[in-house]
Protein backbone atom coordinates (compact mmCIF):
# COMPACT_ATOMS: atom_id res chain seq x y z
CA UNK A 1 0.00 0.00 0.00
CA UNK A 2 0.85 3.98 -0.61
CA UNK A 3 -0.07 5.52 2.72
CA UNK A 4 -0.22 9.25 2.31
CA UNK A 5 -1.05 10.96 5.04
CA UNK A 6 -2.04 15.12 5.81
CA UNK A 7 0.18 16.25 3.03
CA UNK A 8 0.86 19.48 1.99
CA UNK A 9 3.10 20.56 -0.24
CA UNK A 10 2.52 23.48 -3.26
CA UNK A 11 -0.59 23.21 -4.53
CA UNK A 12 -1.06 19.55 -3.50
CA UNK A 13 -3.60 19.17 -0.12
CA UNK A 14 -3.97 15.29 0.78
CA UNK A 15 -5.83 14.20 4.03
CA UNK A 16 -5.60 10.80 2.82
CA UNK A 17 -5.04 8.47 -0.02
CA UNK A 18 -4.52 4.99 0.21
CA UNK A 19 -3.40 3.32 -2.67
CA UNK A 20 -3.09 -0.19 -3.49
CA UNK A 21 -0.57 -2.06 -5.46
CA UNK A 22 -0.71 -2.29 -8.98
CA UNK A 23 -1.15 0.24 -11.91
CA UNK A 24 -2.11 3.46 -11.12
CA UNK A 25 -2.65 6.04 -13.15
CA UNK A 26 -3.12 9.81 -11.66
CA UNK A 27 -4.96 12.26 -14.05
CA UNK A 28 -6.25 15.82 -13.86
CA UNK A 29 -6.49 19.31 -15.38
CA UNK A 30 -3.52 20.82 -16.01
CA UNK A 31 -1.57 22.38 -13.16
CA UNK A 32 -3.46 20.48 -10.76
CA UNK A 33 -0.11 18.76 -9.32
CA UNK A 34 0.09 15.72 -11.08
CA UNK A 35 3.86 15.87 -11.66
CA UNK A 36 4.43 17.46 -8.22
CA UNK A 37 2.93 14.37 -6.28
CA UNK A 38 4.86 11.70 -8.43
CA UNK A 39 8.01 13.92 -7.39
CA UNK A 40 6.87 13.60 -4.01
CA UNK A 41 6.23 9.67 -4.13
CA UNK A 42 10.11 9.56 -5.82
CA UNK A 43 11.39 11.53 -3.06
CA UNK A 44 12.62 14.03 -5.72
CA UNK A 45 10.61 17.00 -2.90
CA UNK A 46 10.17 16.17 0.59
CA UNK A 47 6.32 17.25 1.85
CA UNK A 48 6.39 20.42 4.17
CA UNK A 49 3.42 18.76 5.98
CA UNK A 50 2.66 14.88 6.35
CA UNK A 51 4.09 11.87 4.97
CA UNK A 52 4.06 9.27 2.06
CA UNK A 53 5.17 5.81 2.85
CA UNK A 54 5.42 3.02 0.49
CA UNK A 55 5.07 0.05 1.62
CA UNK A 56 5.59 1.58 5.19
CA UNK A 57 8.92 3.41 4.23
CA UNK A 58 9.47 6.90 2.94
CA UNK A 59 10.48 7.28 -0.40
CA UNK A 60 14.10 8.09 0.06
CA UNK A 61 14.15 4.70 2.04
CA UNK A 62 13.06 2.12 -0.96
CA UNK A 63 13.98 1.42 -4.81
CA UNK A 64 12.21 3.73 -6.76
CA UNK A 65 12.47 4.06 -10.62
CA UNK A 66 11.64 7.12 -12.21
CA UNK A 67 11.04 7.35 -16.30
CA UNK A 68 11.22 10.70 -17.25
CA UNK A 69 8.82 13.02 -19.79
CA UNK A 70 11.61 13.56 -22.04
CA UNK A 71 13.98 10.37 -22.07
CA UNK A 72 16.14 11.59 -24.91
CA UNK A 73 17.04 14.77 -22.94
CA UNK A 74 18.26 13.05 -19.75
CA UNK A 75 20.40 10.01 -20.39
CA UNK A 76 23.80 10.91 -19.45
CA UNK A 77 25.23 7.49 -21.79
CA UNK A 78 26.24 7.53 -25.82
CA UNK A 79 25.47 3.40 -25.36
CA UNK A 80 22.06 2.15 -25.12
CA UNK A 81 23.90 -0.74 -23.10
CA UNK A 82 26.28 1.80 -21.13
CA UNK A 83 22.92 3.58 -19.95
CA UNK A 84 21.36 0.45 -18.44
CA UNK A 85 24.46 -0.61 -16.59
CA UNK A 86 24.59 3.19 -15.39
CA UNK A 87 22.55 3.05 -12.17
CA UNK A 88 24.31 -0.06 -11.37
CA UNK A 89 27.64 0.89 -11.97
CA UNK A 90 26.96 3.84 -9.76
CA UNK A 91 26.28 1.69 -6.85
CA UNK A 92 29.85 -0.31 -7.57
CA UNK A 93 28.11 -3.81 -8.07
CA UNK A 94 30.52 -6.18 -9.55
CA UNK A 95 31.30 -6.51 -13.40
CA UNK A 96 29.58 -9.69 -14.37
CA UNK A 97 26.38 -8.97 -12.20
CA UNK A 98 26.08 -6.00 -14.07
CA UNK A 99 26.61 -7.44 -18.04
CA UNK A 100 24.21 -9.84 -16.60
CA UNK A 101 21.66 -7.57 -15.17
CA UNK A 102 21.71 -5.87 -17.92
CA UNK A 103 20.82 -8.51 -20.55
CA UNK A 104 18.10 -9.80 -18.46
CA UNK A 105 15.85 -6.29 -17.97
CA UNK A 106 17.40 -5.57 -22.01
CA UNK A 107 15.17 -8.89 -22.32
CA UNK A 108 12.32 -8.23 -20.09
CA UNK A 109 11.61 -4.97 -22.15
CA UNK A 110 12.05 -6.03 -25.50
CA UNK A 111 15.38 -3.82 -26.24
CA UNK A 112 17.99 -6.93 -26.59
CA UNK A 113 19.01 -6.03 -30.17
CA UNK A 114 19.75 -2.21 -29.37
CA UNK A 115 22.31 -2.56 -26.96
CA UNK A 116 24.99 -1.48 -28.86
CA UNK A 117 23.12 1.75 -30.55
CA UNK A 118 24.35 4.76 -30.15
CA UNK A 119 21.25 6.31 -28.10
CA UNK A 120 20.59 9.45 -30.45
CA UNK A 121 19.51 7.26 -33.40
CA UNK A 122 17.13 5.27 -31.51
CA UNK A 123 13.62 5.86 -32.55
CA UNK A 124 11.36 7.96 -30.19
CA UNK A 125 9.60 4.85 -28.75
CA UNK A 126 12.65 3.17 -28.35
CA UNK A 127 14.31 5.97 -26.31
CA UNK A 128 11.14 5.85 -23.87
CA UNK A 129 12.02 1.78 -23.71
CA UNK A 130 15.55 2.90 -22.84
CA UNK A 131 14.40 4.54 -19.83
CA UNK A 132 12.12 2.12 -18.71
CA UNK A 133 14.96 -0.22 -18.92
CA UNK A 134 17.45 1.84 -17.20
CA UNK A 135 14.86 2.54 -14.19
CA UNK A 136 14.18 -1.09 -13.95
CA UNK A 137 17.89 -2.04 -14.05
CA UNK A 138 18.22 -1.50 -10.27
CA UNK A 139 14.76 -3.49 -9.63
CA UNK A 140 12.68 -0.73 -7.77
CA UNK A 141 9.55 -1.57 -6.03
CA UNK A 142 7.75 1.61 -7.46
CA UNK A 143 8.28 2.81 -10.80
CA UNK A 144 6.87 6.27 -11.83
CA UNK A 145 6.30 7.53 -15.08
CA UNK A 146 5.93 11.33 -15.85
CA UNK A 147 3.47 11.31 -19.08
CA UNK A 148 5.96 9.15 -20.85
CA UNK A 149 3.58 8.59 -23.50
CA UNK A 150 2.82 12.25 -24.69
CA UNK A 151 5.30 12.54 -27.01
CA UNK A 152 4.35 9.47 -29.29
CA UNK A 153 2.09 8.32 -31.61
CA UNK A 154 -0.79 6.21 -30.37
CA UNK A 155 0.78 3.04 -31.69
CA UNK A 156 3.87 3.42 -30.19
CA UNK A 157 2.21 4.08 -26.69
CA UNK A 158 0.16 1.44 -26.93
CA UNK A 159 3.07 -0.88 -27.36
CA UNK A 160 4.84 1.35 -25.07
CA UNK A 161 2.00 0.24 -22.31
CA UNK A 162 2.37 -3.47 -23.34
CA UNK A 163 5.78 -3.52 -21.78
CA UNK A 164 4.70 -2.04 -18.86
CA UNK A 165 2.24 -4.54 -18.32
CA UNK A 166 4.43 -7.03 -18.29
CA UNK A 167 7.28 -5.93 -16.36
CA UNK A 168 6.24 -7.17 -12.70
CA UNK A 169 6.76 -4.28 -10.88
CA UNK A 170 4.52 -4.03 -7.64
CA UNK A 171 3.72 -0.27 -8.12
CA UNK A 172 3.95 1.08 -11.14
CA UNK A 173 2.41 5.15 -10.76
CA UNK A 174 1.98 7.05 -13.81
CA UNK A 175 0.55 10.81 -14.91
CA UNK A 176 -1.35 11.13 -18.26
CA UNK A 177 -3.50 12.74 -20.20
CA UNK A 178 -5.02 9.77 -22.14
CA UNK A 179 -8.00 9.12 -20.10
CA UNK A 180 -8.52 5.77 -21.88
CA UNK A 181 -4.90 4.45 -20.49
CA UNK A 182 -6.30 5.88 -17.00
CA UNK A 183 -9.73 3.65 -17.69
CA UNK A 184 -7.39 0.11 -18.12
CA UNK A 185 -5.55 0.97 -14.88
CA UNK A 186 -6.28 -0.76 -11.73
CA UNK A 187 -6.59 2.44 -9.77
CA UNK A 188 -7.36 5.78 -10.68
CA UNK A 189 -6.31 9.26 -8.66
CA UNK A 190 -8.11 12.67 -9.90
CA UNK A 191 -6.64 15.44 -8.92
CA UNK A 192 -7.97 18.70 -9.72
CA UNK A 193 -6.53 21.70 -7.82
CA UNK A 194 -4.58 20.07 -5.22
CA UNK A 195 -6.90 17.40 -4.06
CA UNK A 196 -8.49 14.38 -4.67
CA UNK A 197 -11.33 14.47 -6.41
CA UNK A 198 -11.65 10.72 -6.91
CA UNK A 199 -9.71 7.79 -6.15
CA UNK A 200 -10.13 4.06 -6.72
CA UNK A 201 -11.03 1.68 -9.63
CA UNK A 202 -11.56 3.10 -13.06
CA UNK A 203 -15.45 2.32 -12.90
CA UNK A 204 -15.98 4.15 -9.52
CA UNK A 205 -13.48 7.79 -10.60
CA UNK A 206 -15.49 7.78 -14.25
CA UNK A 207 -19.69 7.49 -13.27
CA UNK A 208 -21.27 10.55 -13.54
CA UNK A 209 -18.21 11.51 -15.56
CA UNK A 210 -20.19 10.50 -18.77
CA UNK A 211 -21.49 14.13 -20.04
CA UNK A 212 -17.58 15.66 -19.56
CA UNK A 213 -14.47 15.37 -21.55
CA UNK A 214 -12.81 13.32 -18.84
CA UNK A 215 -15.10 10.09 -19.51
CA UNK A 216 -12.65 7.48 -21.56
CA UNK A 217 -13.06 7.59 -25.13
CA UNK A 218 -12.56 3.97 -26.00
CA UNK A 219 -15.93 3.46 -23.17
CA UNK A 220 -18.01 6.15 -25.07
CA UNK A 221 -17.35 3.76 -27.82
CA UNK A 222 -18.13 0.68 -26.05
CA UNK A 223 -21.73 2.45 -25.71
CA UNK A 224 -21.88 3.92 -29.27
CA UNK A 225 -21.50 0.00 -30.22
CA UNK A 226 -18.38 0.33 -32.07
CA UNK A 227 -15.76 -2.18 -32.33
CA UNK A 228 -12.21 -0.86 -31.37
CA UNK A 229 -10.14 -1.29 -33.98
CA UNK A 230 -5.92 -0.48 -33.49
CA UNK B 1 -1.98 32.93 -50.53
CA UNK B 2 -0.15 29.05 -50.58
CA UNK B 3 2.98 27.78 -49.36
CA UNK B 4 4.17 25.27 -51.74
CA UNK B 5 6.55 22.22 -51.59
CA UNK B 6 8.43 21.66 -54.86
CA UNK B 7 9.83 18.39 -54.56
CA UNK B 8 11.72 18.84 -50.90
CA UNK B 9 14.15 16.71 -49.36
CA UNK B 10 16.40 17.39 -45.66
CA UNK B 11 18.58 14.53 -44.19
CA UNK B 12 17.58 14.01 -40.79
CA UNK B 13 19.68 11.13 -39.02
CA UNK B 14 19.99 8.55 -41.46
CA UNK B 15 17.18 9.30 -43.78
CA UNK B 16 16.06 12.10 -45.99
CA UNK B 17 12.61 13.66 -45.42
CA UNK B 18 10.57 14.95 -48.83
CA UNK B 19 7.92 16.63 -49.24
CA UNK B 20 5.75 17.98 -52.24
CA UNK B 21 2.34 19.68 -52.40
CA UNK B 22 0.43 22.92 -52.11
CA UNK B 23 -0.73 24.29 -48.62
CA UNK B 24 -4.04 26.49 -49.13
CA UNK B 25 -5.86 28.51 -46.70
CA UNK B 26 -7.56 26.41 -44.61
CA UNK B 27 -6.89 23.57 -41.56
CA UNK B 28 -4.03 21.02 -42.49
CA UNK B 29 -3.67 18.04 -40.63
CA UNK B 30 -0.29 16.14 -41.17
CA UNK B 31 -0.63 13.00 -39.31
CA UNK B 32 2.52 10.54 -38.71
CA UNK B 33 4.80 8.04 -36.49
CA UNK B 34 6.80 9.06 -34.25
CA UNK B 35 10.04 10.29 -35.80
CA UNK B 36 8.73 10.47 -39.08
CA UNK B 37 9.25 14.00 -40.02
CA UNK B 38 6.37 16.25 -38.83
CA UNK B 39 8.56 18.33 -36.45
CA UNK B 40 10.79 18.78 -39.56
CA UNK B 41 8.25 19.25 -41.79
CA UNK B 42 6.80 22.26 -39.34
CA UNK B 43 10.15 24.07 -39.08
CA UNK B 44 10.60 23.87 -42.81
CA UNK B 45 6.82 25.41 -43.32
CA UNK B 46 7.97 28.25 -40.65
CA UNK B 47 11.15 29.07 -42.40
CA UNK B 48 13.40 27.73 -39.96
CA UNK B 49 14.76 24.70 -42.06
CA UNK B 50 16.25 25.05 -45.29
CA UNK B 51 15.82 21.95 -47.14
CA UNK B 52 19.02 20.36 -49.05
CA UNK B 53 16.68 19.58 -52.45
CA UNK B 54 14.02 21.65 -53.84
CA UNK B 55 12.31 24.16 -52.80
CA UNK B 56 9.59 26.01 -50.89
CA UNK B 57 7.08 29.16 -52.32
CA UNK B 58 5.72 31.15 -49.86
CA UNK B 59 2.42 33.13 -52.21
CA UNK B 60 0.71 35.89 -50.53
CA UNK B 61 2.09 34.99 -46.89
CA UNK B 62 3.15 37.68 -45.21
CA UNK B 63 3.16 36.83 -41.15
CA UNK B 64 3.97 33.35 -40.11
CA UNK B 65 4.00 31.60 -36.55
CA UNK B 66 5.13 28.20 -35.40
CA UNK B 67 4.37 26.86 -32.32
CA UNK B 68 7.10 24.56 -31.16
CA UNK B 69 6.21 20.66 -29.62
CA UNK B 70 7.86 22.02 -26.46
CA UNK B 71 7.32 25.73 -25.49
CA UNK B 72 9.95 25.82 -23.32
CA UNK B 73 11.93 26.88 -26.25
CA UNK B 74 10.50 29.80 -27.19
CA UNK B 75 10.18 31.32 -24.10
CA UNK B 76 11.68 35.50 -23.83
CA UNK B 77 10.12 36.69 -21.08
CA UNK B 78 11.05 36.10 -16.99
CA UNK B 79 7.34 36.90 -16.02
CA UNK B 80 3.99 35.89 -18.24
CA UNK B 81 3.56 39.43 -18.72
CA UNK B 82 6.57 39.85 -20.61
CA UNK B 83 6.44 37.08 -22.21
CA UNK B 84 2.73 38.18 -23.55
CA UNK B 85 4.39 41.48 -24.57
CA UNK B 86 6.94 39.77 -26.40
CA UNK B 87 4.14 38.45 -28.78
CA UNK B 88 2.70 42.19 -28.96
CA UNK B 89 -0.28 40.33 -27.05
CA UNK B 90 -2.84 42.50 -24.82
CA UNK B 91 -1.51 41.08 -21.10
CA UNK B 92 -4.51 40.74 -19.16
CA UNK B 93 -6.67 39.09 -22.51
CA UNK B 94 -4.09 36.55 -23.14
CA UNK B 95 -4.07 36.21 -19.64
CA UNK B 96 -7.20 35.51 -19.22
CA UNK B 97 -7.50 33.21 -22.69
CA UNK B 98 -4.96 31.29 -20.69
CA UNK B 99 -6.90 30.94 -17.81
CA UNK B 100 -4.01 32.45 -15.86
CA UNK B 101 -5.23 35.10 -14.58
CA UNK B 102 -3.63 35.87 -11.42
CA UNK B 103 -0.12 35.02 -12.28
CA UNK B 104 0.86 37.77 -14.72
CA UNK B 105 4.14 38.26 -12.53
CA UNK B 106 4.72 34.65 -12.15
CA UNK B 107 8.28 33.18 -13.92
CA UNK B 108 6.45 31.04 -16.99
CA UNK B 109 8.75 28.22 -15.59
CA UNK B 110 6.90 27.76 -12.57
CA UNK B 111 3.89 26.78 -14.66
CA UNK B 112 2.94 22.98 -15.27
CA UNK B 113 3.84 22.06 -18.90
CA UNK B 114 0.34 21.93 -19.48
CA UNK B 115 0.11 25.68 -18.33
CA UNK B 116 3.14 26.49 -20.48
CA UNK B 117 1.69 25.14 -23.76
CA UNK B 118 -2.02 27.14 -23.27
CA UNK B 119 0.17 30.34 -22.35
CA UNK B 120 2.08 29.50 -25.55
CA UNK B 121 -1.19 28.80 -27.80
CA UNK B 122 -2.68 31.98 -25.70
CA UNK B 123 0.14 34.49 -27.40
CA UNK B 124 -0.06 32.87 -30.77
CA UNK B 125 -3.76 33.23 -31.33
CA UNK B 126 -3.61 36.83 -29.53
CA UNK B 127 -2.72 37.34 -33.47
CA UNK B 128 -3.68 36.55 -36.40
CA UNK B 129 -0.73 34.64 -38.94
CA UNK B 130 -0.90 34.34 -42.76
CA UNK B 131 0.61 30.70 -41.99
CA UNK B 132 0.19 28.98 -38.53
CA UNK B 133 2.40 25.85 -37.98
CA UNK B 134 1.43 24.11 -35.02
CA UNK B 135 3.54 21.14 -34.14
CA UNK B 136 1.47 18.88 -31.28
CA UNK B 137 -0.46 21.58 -29.87
CA UNK B 138 -2.52 19.06 -27.60
CA UNK B 139 0.53 17.83 -26.01
CA UNK B 140 -0.06 18.07 -22.31
CA UNK B 141 -2.80 19.66 -22.32
CA UNK B 142 -5.94 18.23 -20.66
CA UNK B 143 -9.23 17.32 -22.48
CA UNK B 144 -10.95 20.77 -21.02
CA UNK B 145 -8.62 23.25 -22.61
CA UNK B 146 -7.89 20.53 -25.59
CA UNK B 147 -11.62 21.35 -26.99
CA UNK B 148 -10.67 25.12 -26.24
CA UNK B 149 -7.89 25.14 -28.46
CA UNK B 150 -9.71 23.11 -31.47
CA UNK B 151 -12.22 26.14 -31.50
CA UNK B 152 -9.29 28.36 -31.69
CA UNK B 153 -7.91 26.56 -34.71
CA UNK B 154 -11.17 26.16 -36.44
CA UNK B 155 -11.84 30.30 -36.27
CA UNK B 156 -8.56 30.55 -38.07
CA UNK B 157 -9.65 28.96 -41.67
CA UNK B 158 -9.23 31.71 -43.53
CA UNK B 159 -5.38 31.51 -42.79
CA UNK B 160 -3.16 28.88 -44.11
CA UNK B 161 -2.92 26.20 -40.63
CA UNK B 162 -0.57 23.59 -40.45
CA UNK B 163 -1.40 21.02 -37.77
CA UNK B 164 0.78 18.49 -36.74
CA UNK B 165 -0.30 16.25 -34.28
CA UNK B 166 -0.65 12.76 -32.52
CA UNK B 167 -3.71 13.24 -30.94
CA UNK B 168 -6.45 10.67 -31.21
CA UNK B 169 -9.64 11.82 -29.48
CA UNK B 170 -10.00 16.01 -29.32
CA UNK B 171 -9.87 17.14 -32.78
CA UNK B 172 -10.53 20.75 -34.85
CA UNK B 173 -12.07 20.11 -38.03
CA UNK B 174 -10.16 19.97 -40.86
CA UNK B 175 -10.30 21.01 -44.50
CA UNK B 176 -7.18 18.59 -45.56
CA UNK B 177 -5.25 15.69 -44.77
CA UNK B 178 -1.61 14.57 -44.82
CA UNK B 179 -0.04 11.66 -43.83
CA UNK B 180 3.91 10.80 -43.80
CA UNK B 181 4.57 7.01 -45.04
CA UNK B 182 8.16 5.92 -44.99
CA UNK B 183 9.61 9.72 -44.34
CA UNK B 184 7.50 11.13 -47.39
CA UNK B 185 4.66 13.28 -47.36
CA UNK B 186 1.59 12.11 -48.79
CA UNK B 187 -1.45 14.31 -49.81
CA UNK B 188 -4.87 11.86 -48.77
CA UNK B 189 -6.52 15.07 -49.94
CA UNK B 190 -9.86 16.90 -48.54
CA UNK B 191 -12.54 15.82 -45.91
CA UNK B 192 -13.70 13.12 -45.66
CA UNK B 193 -13.36 11.67 -49.00
CA UNK B 194 -9.56 11.28 -47.03
CA UNK B 195 -10.31 8.80 -44.95
CA UNK B 196 -10.34 5.61 -46.01
CA UNK B 197 -6.38 6.08 -47.01
CA UNK B 198 -5.64 7.21 -43.48
CA UNK B 199 -3.56 4.75 -41.72
CA UNK B 200 -3.10 6.79 -39.02
CA UNK B 201 -6.85 7.48 -38.38
CA UNK B 202 -8.39 8.20 -35.11
CA UNK B 203 -9.93 4.46 -33.19
CA UNK B 204 -13.11 6.02 -33.08
CA UNK B 205 -12.94 7.30 -36.91
CA UNK B 206 -12.32 3.48 -38.06
CA UNK B 207 -14.41 1.87 -36.44
CA UNK B 208 -17.14 3.78 -37.32
CA UNK B 209 -15.88 3.16 -41.17
CA UNK B 210 -15.76 0.11 -40.81
CA UNK B 211 -19.63 0.39 -39.60
CA UNK B 212 -19.77 2.17 -43.35
CA UNK B 213 -20.61 5.12 -41.64
CA UNK B 214 -18.32 8.10 -42.68
CA UNK B 215 -18.83 10.94 -40.77
CA UNK B 216 -18.53 14.39 -42.06
CA UNK B 217 -15.53 15.27 -40.19
CA UNK B 218 -12.88 14.14 -37.19
CA UNK B 219 -14.37 16.79 -34.26
CA UNK B 220 -16.02 15.05 -31.37
CA UNK B 221 -19.50 16.51 -33.01
CA UNK B 222 -19.15 14.79 -35.50
CA UNK B 223 -18.17 11.70 -34.83
CA UNK B 224 -21.32 11.78 -32.13
CA UNK B 225 -23.12 12.46 -34.64
CA UNK B 226 -22.19 9.84 -37.06
CA UNK B 227 -22.53 7.51 -34.32
CA UNK B 228 -26.19 8.36 -33.76
CA UNK B 229 -26.47 7.19 -37.13
CA UNK B 230 -25.92 3.57 -36.32
CA UNK B 231 -29.27 1.78 -35.98
CA UNK B 232 -28.34 -1.57 -34.20
Same mark, same amino acid.
Given at each position: ???? *??????????????????????????????????????????????????????????????? &?????????????????????????????????????????????????????????????????????????? *? /???????? &??????????????????????????? %?????????? #????????????????????????????????????? %?????? | ????????????????????? &???????? #????????????????????? =?????????? #?????????? =??????? %??????????????????????????????? $???????????????????????????????????????????????????????????????????? $?????????????????????? %? /??? *???????????????????? $??????????
Amino acid at each position: MIHV *TDLRFGILDIPSLILPAGHIVVIGPNGSGKTTFLRLLAGMEEPVQGSILLEGKAPGETRIGWV &HEFPGQNSLFIRVGEELASPLRFHHLPCEGISRKVKEIAEQVGISHLLDRDLATLSGGEQVLTALATAMVSMPR *T /LILDEWDS &HVDALTAGMLQEQLSRIGVPFVVQCTQ %NIDLAAAADT #VVFLSGGRVKASGPPGEVFSGCEDSCWYPPAWRCREW %NLPLIR | MELAFDQVAIRRGSSDIRASG &HFGPGVHL #VSGRVGAGKSTLAAMAAGLLI =PTEGRIRREG #VITSMLSFQF =PEWQLTG %NTLREEIRSYGGEEDDVLARAGLVGRGDDDP $LSLSRGELKKLNLACIFGKTWDLLVLDEPFGALDCIRKREVCRWIEARRSSIVILCTHEQHILPRIDA $LWEFQDHQLISRGTIPGAFADW %N /LAP *TALKALISRGIIPANISERD $LREAACRIQD
